[in-house]
């Protein structure tokens, strides 16, 4: 592979085989990627989603400066993505559905040029980084279905491209930054299955751009003794409620 220095795009998504019911019978393509991929220095696009490749990230995909397009999700790949931020002209970097883990670089933050950002469905820990405010050309950043903690950055309030943003099902704290207000374009937010605390701010519930807002509503439990207030948050303008 390492050998393959003029190439500029590798397609192997896909390669499964499926049974007459739509179930996968069989996977093509498995085992860990060389660190021969490293020799690849004019590859823009590299695409090994819906697979069963496995392993960890060689240090070498770093090396990969003229990479745009990563698509990696729905493998079962592990460990750390540390590597991946050093692909400064990334634009599309999907990692989704595999078995990532440990914090978030703050080198992923430093991707100025991503416009697609999903590393939700992982096993991620630790905080979000400050630096992701820096991701200025981002759309969509979906870093939902992890184990991350701590606050979500007022660093967010500089996203000026954002549209969507998940960060569902983590153990996320704190109030909602009011700075979220600030993203004119934010059309989509998914906040639920969280610990935030507080209320929405008005300034995000008054975002002319946004069609929806998913969080756990304020659920009030009254018995006989006693009125229970079970979420420590209200989301008075979401236009999706999950109660828990």
Known sequence: ????????????????????????????????????????TLLTELRLDNNYVQGTLP?????????????????????????????KNLQYLH????????????????????????LDDNEFTGTIPTEFGQLSSAKYISLGLNDLEGTIPTSFGMLSSLERLDLQGNNLSGEIPAEIGNIQSLEQIRLEGNQFSGEIPKAVCRLGSLEFLSGNCEVIVVTAETTVIENGWSCNCCTVCDEL
């Open 59 to 87: 240090p070498t995909i770093g090396d990969l400066r003229s990479l745009e397009m990563l698509r990696l999700e729905s493998n079962n790949f592990k460990g750390s993505i540390k590597a991946v931020g050093n692909a």
């Open 1 to 40: 592979l390492g050998n393959l220095n003029q190439l500029t795009t590798l397609d192997l998504h896909d390669n499964y085989n499926k049974k007459d019911n739509g179930k996968v019978d069989s996977y093509g393509m498995y085992g860990p990627i060389p660190d021969s991929i490293g020799s690849l």
């Open 95 to 118: 990692l989704w559905s595999n078995y990532f883990s440990g914090v978030i670089s703050n080198s992923i933050g430093q991707l100025s040029q991503a416009v697609e950002l999903f």
